[in-house]
């Protein structure tokens, strides 16, 4: 087991958690998978946008609710066919624009 009392403990603590989300093999960390999901919620309307994530975390999953609750927007989630860990999530955003921005 690592001690954590030791500037060494807390550098072999760290990098083992970091090849351990690495190994999970997704696009993005579990920390952030709820973000990377909100931002694909609001995405344009014309084409559906994807994003391949490892398995998903309590809080993307409570995300996805909350998308589906006040956005309207369903995901489609099915398995990716490399292997068993990772998912891979698609939806047609709202497609909500940034009204103050000027366009030429």
Sequence with gaps: DVSLATPEGVGRCAARRLLAEID????VDT?????????????????????RL??????AAQMLRHIRDFLGIVFQIREDQGDGESVVLSCVGAGITNTARRTF
Aim: glycine share 6%; aromatic share 6%; no cysteine.
């Design 24 to 27: 999970l093999d997704g696009v």
């Design 31 to 51: 920390a952030h998978q709820s973000i990377v999901l909100y931002f694909l919620s609001l995405a344009e309307e014309i084409r559906p946008g994807r994003v």
């Design 54 to 59: 490892s398995r998903l975390s309590p809080s």
